[in-house]
Structure formats: structure tokens, C-alpha cells
């Protein structure tokens, strides 16, 4: 049962695992043929950064006839808006996430988050292209790549970090006949482990190299020997500047948010 991509070794044992409420939505939206992406807390349990999600949430393609497809699974699911903003094309493209929560007996009460457009995330072609998919005997999921998880966890919310430092240290911990450069890469540019970050960069200088120009605070990695105190320093100022940036992005964003409840309120 084999995952392609960045995936993990994922059992059969692990699979019946995820919680059948997850699962039936996962596989309708499949049948309906969506295109569609796992992504959050359910993408990080399956990358083993996590141990538990209740929420299924989907990056999609932004289109009218793949929206028209997911409207079809959703209305088959039983799932009705639940807040603000409505499903609308305009809305994913503007960046915001549209909730859901599913009525169907299968699945009551779960709630599904549809996106399309995160903060320095790429493209919904760029994600599709490069997923990760996990075949299981019921069918496929489709999820993020990993290093496209990792990037659309760096938001503001401060629960999000650890996730990344556990999702990126699962990958490096996973016993692997080889580890390909686009795994080197990975590491060198996303853990958030000072001593570990020291191992890896003392392991691949030639590719840490390579990338300090992208990631200035591999430097400090490099040294001989290297600052580990300098370099957890370091790695929480790079935090900090994108909480920051997160921060900035959604200002206009909340803002929009807030309009669209003042309109709705006017209305009942």
C-alpha cells in the first residue's frame, strides 16, 4: 500500500485508523471527482506529526466545473455552510476558507474547511503536481506534499510550530533505504531543531551550502563548532517574522470576514 510522493510508509493497519466519519467524506469527494488535496491536522496524522484530527480540510482547485463537482459531494454529505464567507469562487480565490459541517449519518458533525488559496503556498497546479498519494483498497487519498503541508502551517497561530518541527523530524527519524536530495532539502530548509539542524548540516555541508542563501541562518549551522544557542535564537526570530507576515496577510482578509457578517446580520 504504497504512498507516492513525499509519503510516508503508510500500513493498512495505519489507514483503518483514520476515523471512518473522515474517511467516507475523503472517499466521496474522490467518487465525485474532485480535485482535491488533504491537508491539516488529518494530512499531519498520516505524515506522523500528529495523532489525532476531528476536522477534514481540503486545499481544491478553484474552478467552476470542479466546484460544481464538490457542491454535488457536499449536498450527497449532507454538509451546509456554517459561517462566513459562502461558496463562492470569488471567496477561495480571495484566500479565504470556507467551512462546512456534514449531516449525513455517516458523518454528522464533521466539519469540512475547503480552501484554495494559502499565504506563500503555491498554486493549486503546482500542489496537484506534485501530491503525495496514498493508495489504500478503498481508493486513493489524495494529500499536500509534505514540504507544501509544512509551508501552509506557517501562519500566526502558535500551535502550528511544534506541528512543523514534528512533521519534518518524523520524515527525517523514518527508517529509509536512501534519502534523496529533494528529502535533504527538506531538512535543511524546514527543521526547526537546533541540535538536530546542527547533525544534518554537519551530514550534507555541501547542500547546507548550497541553501543559506535561502535560509541565512544555516551559517550559524555551519560554524565550527556551531552556536547551538545562537542558532535556537535564530530559529525563533525566523518564527516570529512569519507569524508576523501571517499576521499581515490576513489583515485584509479578517477584514472582509467582518463585512461579510455585517451583511449577513442585516439580512435576518
Not at 6 to 16: K, L, M, N, Q
Not at 63 to 90: C, K, M, S, T, W
Not at 119 to 134: E, H, S, Y
Request: aromatic share 6%; hydrophobic share 40%.
Amino acid at each position: 500500500m504504497p504512498a507516492r510522493g513525499f509519503g510516508p510508509t503508510i500500513s493498512p493497519w495505519e489507514v483503518r485508523l483514520i476515523p471512518s466519519p473522515i474517511r467516507k467524506v475523503l472517499f466521496l469527494i474522490r467518487k465525485s471527482r474532485v480535485q482535491a488535496l488533504l491537508m491539516g491536522g488529518q494530512a499531519c496524522v498520516l505524515y506522523g506529526g500528529a495523532e489525532f484530527s476531528r476536522d477534514t480540510d481540503l486545499a481544491v482547485l478553484a474552478d467552476a466545473g470542479n466546484l460544481g463537482n464538490l457542491q454535488r459531494a457536499l449536498d450527497e454529505l449532507a454538509a451546509l455552510p456554517i459561517a462566513v464567507p459562502p461558496f463562492e469562487q470569488r471567496f477561495l480565490e480571495l484566500g479565504l476558507a470556507v467551512p462546512f459541517r456534514c449531516q449525513h449519518a455517516d458523518c454528522a458533525g464533521m466539519r469540512i474547511d475547503v480552501m484554495s488559496k494559502m499565504r506563500g503556498v503555491a498554486p493549486f497546479g503546482d500542489l496537484w503536481a506534485r501530491r503525495t498519494t496514498l493508495e489504500t483498497e478503498e481508493g486513493a487519498i489524495e494529500m499536500l506534499s509534505l514540504p507544501d503541508l509544512v509551508q501552509s502551517k506557517k501562519t500566526q497561530c502558535e500551535k502550528d510550530w511544534p506541528m512543523i518541527a514534528r512533521l519534518v523530524e518524523a520524515s527525517y527519524f523514518e527508517p529509509r533505504p536512501d534519502r534523496s536530495s529533494e528529502l535533504i532539502q527538506l531538512w535543511l530548509r524546514e527543521l526547526r531543531t537546533a541540535k538536530l539542524l546542527i547533525r544534518v548540516t554537519s551530514d550534507y555541508r555541501t547542500e547546507a551550502e548550497h541553501l543559506k542563501t535561502e535560509r541565512p541562518l544555516l551559517e550559524i549551522a555551519l560554524q565550527s563548532p556551531a552556536d547551538e544557542a545562537s542558532l535556537r535564537a535564530a530559529l525563533k526570530q525566523e518564527e516570529e517574522h512569519e507569524r508576523e507576515a501571517d499576521r499581515q496577510y490576513w489583515q485584509p482578509l479578517c477584514a472582509e470576514l467582518e463585512r461579510l457578517r455585517r451583511e449577513t446580520r442585516k439580512q435576518r
